[in-house]
């Protein structure tokens, strides 16, 4: 699991040390993630299944996309397809994912690379393996988020941020134990290169086997861990998580998580998604690839798709375009 890493994580600034006034927030819930497949058909585990809208907010939907090892000619992706109302984030870890929208927006990511796409007021696009990748196989793993937007803001242009590893803020723990990439909003006072609409924080952290991070979180945003390898524990009681698992966190200063010591082979650390946001508090009426307010507003979405009112395919693809 490269994403980005650093030869000696002691040389980052540091994560600060948590005043012992903080308050932690507590774990409200552990839930795992059932597997199925998307798109094409690539595998996928749905991290929010089972938790609701209120403790997810601003949050939608999230898909862990692999991890798999394709053997050649397996690599699949997903066809031409609408989406309106929200924001997709494409996190890729492992292999390469190339993207392209009705919009202009477009590119390759991997290893690290953020792809962030306003859907807004409406575009098509596509996210499929290269053709290199499809002959070879490999090993494939990412993220992808979806972001709600405020009724304001349902209708708003759409745009593409093409965001590359090195772009990201680096962190690390007071001890050197733990590694922290932040990738969107700010943590512990670092601001990661995603620009977003609604206020959100997403992070990327590496726990050695045994590590301990205390991180601080804005207490107006809701928090959320979703483990992509290994095993360890989440709040001040130490509640087991592991792989495919997702904590959700009750209200407070501080998020707390730890690494076993005895980790597996193949996953000798714990690999965490952080995020949490600003809730919107609005009423969610979401189908398929649209995320509205209302079924009026979802109806109109499917009827301005059909009449061809979101784009056309295809569409001049322009990699690393970033139109803010």
């Known amino acids: 699991m490269p ?24 774990v409200v819930s552990v839930t795992t993630a059932p597997s199925g ?61 190339d993207h392209q929208d009705s919009n202009g927006g477009g590119g ?30 490999g090993l494939f793993h990412g993220i992808q988020l979806w972001v709600n937007l405020p009724s304001k803001l349902k209708m708003t242009a759409p745009r593409y941020q093409d965001i590359r590893g090195g772009q990201v803020a680096l ?10 990439r932040v990738i969107a909003g700010e943590v512990a006072g670092h601001a990661g290169p995603g620009s977003t609409h609604t206020p959100i924080a997403l992070a990327h952290a590496t726990l050695s086997a045994g590590a301990r991070l205390r991180l601080p979180w804005r207490a107006d945003f809701n928090a959320l861990v979703y483990v992509l390898g290994g095993a360890g524990s989440v709040g001040a009681d130490r509640r087991p998580i592991r792989m495919g698992q997702l904590a959700v966190f009750g209200p407070g200063e501080v998020l707390t998580l730890a690494a076993d010591t005895t980790q ?31 079924r009026e507003e979802l109806q109109q979405a499917f009827d301005d798709f059909q009449a061809g009112r979101l784009g056309t395919i295809p569409a001049e693809p322009h990699p690393g375009h970033d139109v803010l």
């Open 264 to 294: 597996e082979s193949r996953t000798p650390e714990l690999d965490v998604l952080i995020l949490g946001g600003q809730p919107i508090r609005e009423p969610v009426a979401a189908y398929g690839p649209f995320v509205m307010n209302t």
């Open 108 to 137: 390759s990511i991997t290893d690290g690379d953020t792809q962030w796409m306003t859907a807004g007021a409406g575009l098509l696009h596509i996210e499929a393996p290269p053709e290199h990748l499809v002959v070879s196989g």
């Open 37 to 97: 497949f998307e798109g094409e058909g690539f595998p996928v585990r749905r991290a929010f299944a089972g938790v609701s809208m209120r403790a997810l907010d601003p949050f939608i939907h999230m898909d862990q996309m692999g991890e798999v090892e394709y053997a050649p000619g397996e690599p699949k992706g997903t066809p031409w397809h609408p989406h309106r109302g929200f924001e997709t984030v494409t996190y890729m870890i492992d292999g390469i994912m």
């Open 3 to 26: 994403a980005v890493t650093v030869a000696n994580p002691l040389t980052l600034p540091r994560v600060p040390e948590v005043l012992p006034t903080a308050e932690d927030r507590s």
């Open 171 to 180: 962190l690390s723990s007071p001890d050197g134990a733990a590694l922290v």
